[in-house]
């Protein structure tokens, strides 16, 4: 499977949403086609180099389909696109085309079937309906209510302020529970750092 790239200084997750704005010739003719066809394109997180300009020298090899449900012209005029996160993506390989634009043969990863959310789970409900309060994530208009385990850990991902090399560890992860494990233990080293 064939699949633009879009490297970005964030991660982004299945079912979750993301404002971009548009102003490189190459993104906005992918954009195009994207609509056309009524396809995706790939958010791959910037490791090396900068978001703008020539192709950044290094991004994670795991990424997020994005899909774009909304776009509307700015009022400085770049166009403004809303996506949100559809399946998870390896990259095999690379092409840069003639515009620069990077195309990736992806394979998809499976995720491990939604499983309910359980008790032990509750606190991080919690947290997400925090989360949900703050103006920034209220905007996104995400829907912050957690369908299962795996809406959840996507979801707490996302939002919640670790690196990106930690976002990306979480992405690859197929199990639901061993996500929310890795996000209950990231938060406990945030927590750790705060109080020391």
Request: hydrophobic share 45%; aromatic share 6%; charged share 25%.
């Amino acid at each position: 499977m064939s699949l633009p790239l879009f490297p970005l200084n964030t991660v982004l997750f299945p079912g979750c949403i993301l404002d971009l704005q548009i102003f490189e010739a190459r993104y906005l003719d992918m954009i195009g086609r994207c609509m056309k066809q009524g396809g995706g394109f790939g958010v791959v997180c910037i490791l090396d180099g900068e978001e703008v300009g020539i192709a950044p020298a290094g991004y994670a090899l795991v990424g997020c389909e994005a899909l774009i449900t909304d776009f509307k012209q700015q009022d400085n005029g770049l166009l403004g696109i809303r996506v949100q996160g559809g399946r998870r993506f390896h990259v095999l390989r690379t092409e840069i085309q003639r515009d620069q634009l990077t195309v990736a043969e992806v394979e998809w990863l499976e995720d491990d079937p939604e499983q309910p959310l359980q008790d032990e789970d509750a606190d991080l409900v919690a947290l997400l309906r925090a989360l949900a309060e703050h103006p920034m994530v209220e905007a996104l208009n995400m829907g912050t209510e957690a369908t299962g385990q795996q809406s959840l850990a996507n979801q707490l991902a996302y939002l919640l302020p670790f690196a990106e090399l930690d976002k990306i560890d979480l992405l690859q992860l197929d199990d639901p529970q061993q996500r929310l494990d890795a996000i209950q233990a990231l938060l406990d080293e945030l927590q750790g750092e705060l109080f020391a």
